[in-house]
């Protein structure tokens, strides 16, 4: 199934509700049980109950964290109008060859676990999701990229508060973008899940069908690919620019891949040795000295 390169233009306040409070109080250094404010109904009875909820020695951080979700509000509503939030996706033909992915015809290298975590487990390949070349029957693998308007980034820059406030918001907002460009595309694009039906909760969750790996995640941990990704769904079209290392701007950016298989699953890499990395940098067509570059974190030695 292929369709072609589509954008998507969101008002911030089509995004609210699909923002993931707990990484958002994760970087402002709360752990997850104080991000359950977001869940809270507004009024005065209900979040001094959800306050008295937390031992007396936590109730300091807990209003913390009230006052900053507050006010993360406040700032989503005022420049709500005011900018934009933008997605690009396009479904393409796709085979998996070997640890490739060829998608549209282009190759898509991919890297292998060499370590498992349990004895039975295998040793994972996001490839391992799409139907072999061998089988002579086309899949489908998504890619998409999501980002804010970069103006928005250089907001209350003489504000320190303010400005931390807006760009952790604005990772926030293009995180949410992903998330509900990839609940239409299950639904109504690909339409593989057409009956899904899920509480905001179990969306956050994950617990639809299919993953969607963003590039420099544990599954697909070279940023270099976004050169690759870029190729196929033109993030230009949405102002995303590449820096030399594959490094997205605005920072506010997310790109990946999108799988159906129902036993498609997130999972990490994580160490490789030298000759899986100069099978990869073969399979690149890079000089693996710059391919190790992106690979630090991966490399065994």
């Known amino acids: 199934m292929q369709t072609d390169i589509t954008v998507v233009t969101y008002d911030i306040h089509d995004l609210t509700e699909y923002i993931n409070w707990i990484y958002f109080f994760h970087a402002w250094g709360f752990q997850p049980r104080f991000a359950a404010i977001a869940d809270i109904h ?29 006010e993360a509000n406040r700032m989503l ?16 033909d796709a085979n998996a060859d070997g640890d490739n992915l060829l998608l549209n015809g282009t190759r898509f290298p991919l890297l ?13 390949c996001l490839s391992d999701f799409v139907r072999p070349l061998a089988s002579g029957i086309t899949d489908t693998v998504g ?14 820059k003489e504000d320190d508060y303010k400005h931390l406030l807006i760009k952790t918001l604005g ?17 109504e694009v690909w339409g593989y899940a057409k009956d899904e039906q899920l509480t905001m909760k179990q969306l956050l969750n994950e617990d639809y069908q299919g993953i969607r790996p963003a590039v420099g995640y544990p599954s697909l941990p070279d940023i270099s690919v976004s050169y690759l990704l870029d190729e196929l769904i033109d993030m230009k079209r949405i ?23 129902p036993a498609s699953r997130y999972f990490a890499v994580g160490k490789i040795d030298e000759d899986q990395l100069a099978d990869y940098a073969k399979r690149r067509n ?10 630090t974190a991966n490399l065994q030695y």
């Open 112 to 124: 292998r676990q060499q370590t498992r975590i349990k004895p039975e487990d295998p040793f994972l």
């Open 286 to 295: 890079i000089p693996i000295g710059q391919i190790r570059k992106y690979l």
């Open 42 to 70: 507004g009024c005065d009875s209900c979040r001094a109950g959800w306050l008295a909820s937390f031992p007396e020695n936590e109730r300091a951080k807990a209003a913390e964290a009230m006052q900053l979700h507050k």
């Open 171 to 187: 990772e926030r907002l293009a995180e949410a973008a992903a998330e509900k460009i990839h609940e239409t595309i299950r639904k």
């Open 143 to 156: 890619g998409f990229a999501t980002t804010i308007d970069e103006c928005m980034e250089e907001e209350f």
């Open 239 to 261: 102002g995303i620019r590449l820096t030399e290392n594959g490094m997205m701007q605005p920072h506010a950016s997310v790109c990946g891949l999108m799988f159906a298989h």
């Open 77 to 92: 509503n005022a420049v709500d109008g005011r900018f934009k939030v933008y997605a690009v996706y396009r479904l393409m």
